[in-house]
């Protein structure tokens, strides 16, 4: 079987399933890893799937799920990170919130910190913590993406450039090895940037499912970023980055998270 006959053997399996793995892959065809790897990397220059770790995705299967159906995705391990991410927050600070279903948990889990303002372009998120303790709440200006209530283009990040918060809580789509934070609207990414780029300590929030999917967008890397909060473990490779980027990675729900963090 040529090259050819391969990759239309790849897209095939991709039409009836979401994911395929590079070693299934190697077996079913008889050749090595390395010759699954440089068909996958063909395919995606072509834009006909999209590469995540071990394997690849349909293109459909890596665009961003409905916003409801996020919020249900992994939803015990959202709700740890959020306590750990609420936990490194003290009481009369500021913070920034970017959108999604990771912020959104953190923002409910601050709903007994008193003196907080925060900004954020999720109306989802001000909208909830009206209801909380008084709270001074900025909602960042800009185009409205109906789809999920995020507030994102050039006027929210000049928005944002006018303040500078203690603390930045962001979320992320993907998560490469290498360091590499992704994610797919390069109007949302921009809103992150400069949610970083005007805190003094950022933190994001992403778990570990991050590892196994892709987006085309580079939000930042390692060293743009003073601690990570994740459910599980992450990737050696990754940690490596992370140490020497001295960044900080917290696991939620392991019983010493000193273990976790780079010194």
Not at 50 to 74: F, K, P
Request: net charge negative; aromatic share 2%; hydrophobic share 40%.
């Amino acid at each position: 079987m040529d090259a050819t006959d391969r990759q239309n053997e790849i897209l095939n399996l991709l039409n009836s399933q979401d994911r395929v793995e590079v070693e299934d892959l190697a077996g079913r065809f008889g050749v090595s890893l390395q010759t699954v790897r440089t068909d996958l990397r063909d395919l995606s220059a072509r834009g006909l799937l999209s590469r995540v770790h071990g394997g690849a995705v349909r293109i459909a299967s890596a665009a961003n799920r409905g916003y409801a159906e996020r919020r249900s995705l992994n939803a015990a391990g959202k709700r740890e990170m959020a306590v750990l991410a609420a936990e490194l927050i003290p009481e009369n600070c500021s913070l920034a919130l970017n959108i999604g279903t990771s912020t959104e948990q953190v923002a409910r889990n601050l709903s007994s910190h008193s003196g907080l303002t925060i900004l954020s372009n999720n109306i989802n998120i001000i909208n909830m913590m009206m209801t909380e303790n008084p709270k001074d709440l900025i909602l960042v200006g800009g185009s409205i993406r109906q789809s999920d209530g995020a507030i994102v283009g050039e006027e929210a990040v000049e928005f944002i450039s006018r303040y500078k918060v203690d603390y930045a809580v962001i979320g992320a789509s993907a998560m490469d090895d290498d360091g590499s934070i992704l994610d797919h609207d390069a109007r949302e990414v921009a809103v992150a940037r400069a949610i970083l780029k005007n805190a003094r300590h950022r933190i994001l929030v992403c778990d570990g499912s991050k590892f196994d999917r892709s987006a085309p967008v580079r939000i930042c890397a390692l060293e743009d970023l003073d601690t990570i909060i994740t459910d599980r473990p992450v990737p050696q490779e990754f940690a490596d980055a992370a140490a020497t980027a001295g960044t900080r990675i917290l696991v939620a729900g392991a019983a010493e998270n000193e273990s976790s963090e780079n010194e």
